[in-house]
């Protein structure tokens, strides 16, 4: 089992409203390795980017525990779950959340610097990463010259320029028309396909859900494997 990227076990997620407790989820477990991709699906208010959220560390959740390559998330320190975001989580948006005032290029060097990474190495890495993305004509354009597809091929590039063991996205495609949707598409399946990378996705897209490895439904404050329809 030692190939797990992602070892999720018994998680339980509370919200406090007023006087009452109201649980998001619980009982979630999900196990992914390296190589895998998979897709949770459900419906709006279900709880998904709660959980994805919690699995890369950006929250806490009340129960349960989270292992990214071994390494529990409660165990660390703020500081060190941080550096391990940086290191081996890439996080990938609805909305793409580049930095405006600076180039594609530069965009995809920040977390690499971030990471101590020299400015000409991190250049030439992340220049590798867009150019496999399909944008080697775009590295100079800023986000507001690019177009939402290839802003969005951007964000995906930017999250795996410091060759993360796990990418976490939330509805990447969702803020873009089907056609544009479509090619973004096939650039995450394909990497899914060639890399060893562990992928979670959350989609409302059951036709997208289905090109990952494996799907997932989160309903009834739980995570379940999703059934064909
Ligand atoms: N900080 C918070 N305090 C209280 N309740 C919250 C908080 N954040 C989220 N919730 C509630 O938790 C539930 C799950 O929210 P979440 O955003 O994870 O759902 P989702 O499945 O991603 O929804 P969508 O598909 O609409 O984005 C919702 O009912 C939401 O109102």
């Not at 009982?27 to 959220?53: F, P």
């Not at 000409?120 to 220049?127: D, I, N, P, T």
């Not at 969702?174 to 995450?188: F, H, P, R, Y």
């Amino acid at each position: 089992m030692n190939n797990l990227v992602l070892d999720a076990r018994q998680l339980k997620k509370t919200y406090t409203s007023g006087p009452q407790e109201v649980t998001v989820w619980q009982g979630v477990d999900l196990q992914v390795k390296a190589g895998e991709s998979i897709a949770i699906v459900g419906a709006s208010g279900s709880g998904k980017t709660t959980l994805l959220n919690v699995l890369g560390g950006l929250d806490v959740m009340d129960q349960g525990d989270v292992l990214i390559n071994g390494q529990s998330l409660p165990a660390l320190s703020e500081k060190e779950r941080t550096r391990l975001r940086n290191q081996q989580v890439g996080f990938v948006y609805q909305f793409h959340h580049l930095l405006p005032e600076f180039s594609a290029l530069e965009n995809v060097m920040m977390p690499q610097l971030l990471a101590g990474i020299q400015r000409k190495q991190a250049q030439q890495r992340a220049s590798e990463c867009l150019t496999q993305m399909g944008l080697a004509h775009r590295l100079g354009h800023k986000p507001a010259e690019l177009s939402g597809g290839e802003r969005q091929r951007t964000a995906i590039a930017r999250a795996l320029v410091n060759k993360p063991r796990l990418v976490l996205m939330d509805e990447p495609t969702g803020n873009l028309d089907q056609q544009t949707a479509q090619q973004v598409e096939n650039a995450m399946v394909e990497l899914a396909e060639t890399s060893d990378t562990a992928f979670v996705m959350v989609t409302h897209d059951r036709d997208l859900a289905r090109r990952m490895h494996h799907q997932y439904l989160l309903a009834d404050q739980t995570l379940q494997p999703l059934l064909a329809d």
